[in-house]
């Protein structure tokens, strides 16, 4: 299913807060769940590769983009936290510790616990303009749940080089002005709303 747009029912809902409660779980018999943007187009062999990885780390997201959170840059910023997307800013820090669900594989406990345990106020935060995070909230949630981090299942370079090429001139929901400065935003609130004295996400190298 689509993890921005989700799977059309009936449900007053159309917020991005409930996009993985809007979900037919009942009607999952696997226990894998590829999540997938309906505009993300990943190669078969790649898909194969990343449905082999998840096999060996089922209790975390595996997937084929990968991000960071890192404390704000000056003193005068707080207790906050930064998202960090620049390809090159990962590559130098050489890790990472969150996989976005634009493409991700997870096991399909995951859509009930967000469904019915996520924090009072989460997808009332994300609804009302939260930065776009409900794939942050998602991994605060396993992340929790598991002390593990992510997976990322790196795709080859043509692929990335492709995808970004033919995004140049679609104006999507991450182009958008300060869009990763609330995604920070989201890091640094969801870790109140939470209840985290640290946040929950957990690093792994790239």
């Known amino acids: 299913f689509q993890a921005e747009d989700g799977i059309r029912d009936c449900l007053l809902s159309r917020g991005l807060g409930d996009v993985y409660k809007r979900q037919p779980i009942d009607d999952l018999r696997a226990r894998a769940v590829f ?8 190669p078969c062999g790649t898909l194969r590769s990343g449905f082999k990885l998840w096999r060996k780390h089922p209790e975390t997201l595996v997937g084929f983009y990968a991000r960071l959170h890192a404390p704000a840059k000056t003193p005068a910023d707080g207790c906050s936290w930064r998202y960090i997307a620049n390809e090159f800013e990962l590559w130098w820090r050489g ?8 493409a991700a594989f997870m096991d399909r406990k995951y859509l ?8 009072e106020g ?6 009302k303009g939260g930065g776009n995070c409900e794939d942050i909230a998602m991994q605060f949630l396993i992340a929790a749940i598991t002390r593990q981090a992510p997976v990322y ?11 970004k090429i033919g995004g140049m001139n679609t104006a999507g929901i991450s182009s958008g002005a300060n869009h990763h400065v609330k995604r920070g935003d989201c890091i640094t609130d969801f870790q109140t709303m939470f209840g985290f004295e640290r946040v929950p996400l957990i690093e792994r190298q790239l």
Request: charged share 30%; no cysteine; net charge neutral.
């Open 35 to 42: 999540n997938v943007d309906e505009d993300v187009r990943i």
């Open 95 to 102: 890790r990472y510790s969150i996989v976005l669900t634009k």
């Open 153 to 163: 299942a790196p795709a080859s370079l043509w692929y990335y080089t492709k995808a």
């Open 112 to 119: 009930t616990l967000y469904k019915e345990h996520l924090p």
């Open 122 to 127: 989460v997808r009332e935060y994300i609804d």
